[in-house]
């Protein structure tokens, strides 16, 4: 009775057309290599997958450098940090359950900039034990920012996944920040955005989802632009692809009382702490009803606690943080703190005020 045949190794495929070809080797040169070791060329191709370059290509010095790459992803810990001082408040509870069920369901979270959409987010993901990737939009990125393409690791040019992929299979979080800043570039994403993974044409190979895999968009504005000018670099999104968001979460500024919280955490002062949060509060609803055009967000009032700090000066705290805005604005704010605070005394009386903001808040 005849031996069966001794199945044929990777190692001896790769030594052979090593030494028969070289390194960068072709179908032609697989289809040899399975009549030398006569078995069917698709044994010799399922053995030297973890080689494969691109379509019809195949590189034998790569599986080292793809090995390297592959275990310090691996290694890497994507689980955002909990923040024992963030304060749940807004849409939180609602995000929290979307990434519990595990179902994709992409979210589109829209509001004005520093109330927290973002760290919502996040700190969701770190109390479910969630990994998150977040990825900051701008117009340039593209698709290969996103999907991935080829990269230059120890000499060797092999395929990097891009955020997306690596959100795909590892059944993570991906969140967009700032995607109304995008181009059309992003339409890379509609497939994605349908869960039913993605193409990578590339390296002709078809990555589906992960169970957990979802995605969140964060965004100054709901995908139309900014007729206000507020958010410069908005742009208007392709109208599929917001379509592709089943629901969009409209955050506010959090309550007078949670935002004492969310500074309490920061500062122990309780007395400035308020008058902050009021002062605050003043300026929002004049900005509202149309009196100005700049407004104190949770994120200046957190800027503004951890200056007091750091310089142990209220006054200057305030200035510092308020240097942004352009000088009338800054010194009718000032002003407005004045009348909020009357142990602080930060305003400049010979810089012009914004009379409009000082009658409504008078009257």
Known sequence: MPFAPIPVSTQDIV???????????????????????????????????????????????????????????????????????????????????????????????????????????????????????????????????????????????????GPVIEALERGAILLLDEIDLASNKILCLQSVLEGNGVFLKKIGKYVRPSRGFNVFATANTKGKGSDDGRFIGTNVLNEAFLERFPVTFEQEYPSASVEKKILISECSDDKFVSHLVDWAGIIRKTFYDGGIDELISTRRLVHIIRAYSIFNDKAKAIKVCLNRFDDETKQSFMELYDKVDAEVDISDKDEVSNQELLNQINS
């Open 15 to 161: 030594t052979y057309l090593t030494n028969k070809c070289g390194t960068e080797v072709s179908t032609m040169h697989l289809q040899e290599a399975s009549e030398h070791f006569d078995c069917s060329l698709s044994t010799v191709k399922k053995r030297l997958k973890i080689y494969k370059h691109s379509i019809g290509k195949w590189d034998l010095t790569i599986q080292e450098a793809r090995e390297k790459l592959e275990k310090t992803v691996q290694k890497q810990n994507l689980i955002p940090e909990v923040n024992n001082s963030f304060v749940k408040f807004g849409n939180y509870n609602d995000i929290r359950k979307i990434i519990q069920s595990d179902m994709f369901y992409p979210t589109f979270v829209t509001g004005l900039s520093g109330n927290g959409k973002t760290f919502s987010i996040e700190q969701a993901c770190a109390q479910l034990g969630k990994e998150l990737i977040r990825v900051n939009i701008t117009i340039e990125t593209d698709e290969d920012d996103l999907i991935g393409g080829f990269r230059l690791v120890d000499g060797s040019t092999i395929w990097h996944n």
